[in-house]
């Protein structure tokens, strides 16, 4: 497709990313590919007919007020810069992404109302319609119930629908970036068939993301803190007989021949290594997938 774009635009077209050029429209394909055509180039039609095909990536100039913080974290994920921006205390974290049905008007109140529901967020704006939160200290099992009436609130004070997904808990590591792409390439697509849904976790996400893009759904999708997790036979048998038993901890701890306390100290054990609360139905869905395409590729 891109090559027959190349030869139809010619020298206005360019997979030279610069987030900077704004004489071009840029866009995404779903593996990631990024291309800009000039706007004097295309047609009012051809232009709509792109935004349907590809994913719009009109990145916008950071603002001069941002700090420096900010500035960092958007060059890390979007630029390529290698210096890491978060500091050496700073663990794990989380990232939301969010999209928005129109502009806000009042967005500096926005950003207050956002701060006002994390305990310390960086918030980057990607367009005017779509922009992320990075939670740099993040709760272990997020409540999403919280994040659902703090859309609420949005909606009804801004006049505004907005659309979240709620990111894996991640380690803060050099791979970090690596693990972003794939997930922000995720919740791009899901939200092309999921946008009904006012609230999203990547739990929920990926049997979504299995029917509509397979192609996406590998390995390096999942949190290495959830790889990681798993790894020891020991959790990895207790989990799986814990799906096995539909989530019952009594008679998993019967067919494992452990106390019902012991089993108890390995979930807790398990929810606060990944984030991930096993115990309730949507992430114990997820946890037996991912077990499954884990299997899957190392038989590959």
């Given at each position: 497709m891109l090559e027959k774009l190349e030869n139809l635009f010619q020298t206005a077209f360019t997979t030279t990313y610069n987030a900077q050029d704004n004489n071009r429209y840029w866009f995404q394909t779903e593996d990631g590919r990024k291309f800009g055509i000039s706007k004097t180039a295309l047609s009012n039609s051809e232009h709509n007919l792109l935004k349907t095909l590809f994913l719009p990536v009109e990145h916008l100039t950071i603002e001069q007020n941002n700090s420096n913080i900010q500035q960092k974290w958007y060059d890390f994920l979007f630029n390529d810069a290698k210096e890491v921006p978060f500091l050496q205390d700073v663990k794990t974290l989380r990232f939301f992404y969010f999209y928005l049905k129109q502009p806000i008007d009042d967005f500096n109140n926005f950003k207050e109302a956002i701060t006002g529901g994390f305990q310390q967020p960086i918030?980057?704006?990607?367009n005017d319609t779509q922009g992320m939160i990075i939670d740099e200290k993040p709760q272990v099992v997020f409540d999403q119930e919280s994040f659902n009436q703090l859309s609420d609130t949005f909606t009804s004070d801004f006049f505004v629908e907005i659309y979240s997904y709620i990111g894996q808990l991640h380690q803060a590591n050099y791979l970090l970036k690596e693990k972003f792409d794939h997930e922000f390439k995720c919740f791009n697509t899901i939200h092309r068939?999921?946008?009904?849904?006012k609230t999203i976790t990547f739990y929920e996400a990926l049997p979504l993301l299995m029917i509509h893009s397979p192609s996406f759904v590998k390995k390096d999708i999942l949190s290495d803190l959830f790889v990681e997790s798993i790894e020891g036979q020991e959790m990895l048998h207790t989990i799986q007989v814990f799906l096995q038993c539909n989530l019952n901890a009594s008679l998993t701890a019967k067919k494992l021949y452990i106390h019902r306390n012991s089993l108890q100290y390995r979930l807790d054990k398990f929810i606060e290594n990944t984030g991930i609360d096993i115990r309730s139905f949507a992430n114990a869905t997820f946890v037996s997938l991912a077990m499954i395409l884990?299997?899957?590729?190392?038989?590959q």
């Open positions: 918030i980057l704006m990607i068939y999921a946008n009904r849904e884990l299997k899957s590729e190392n038989y």
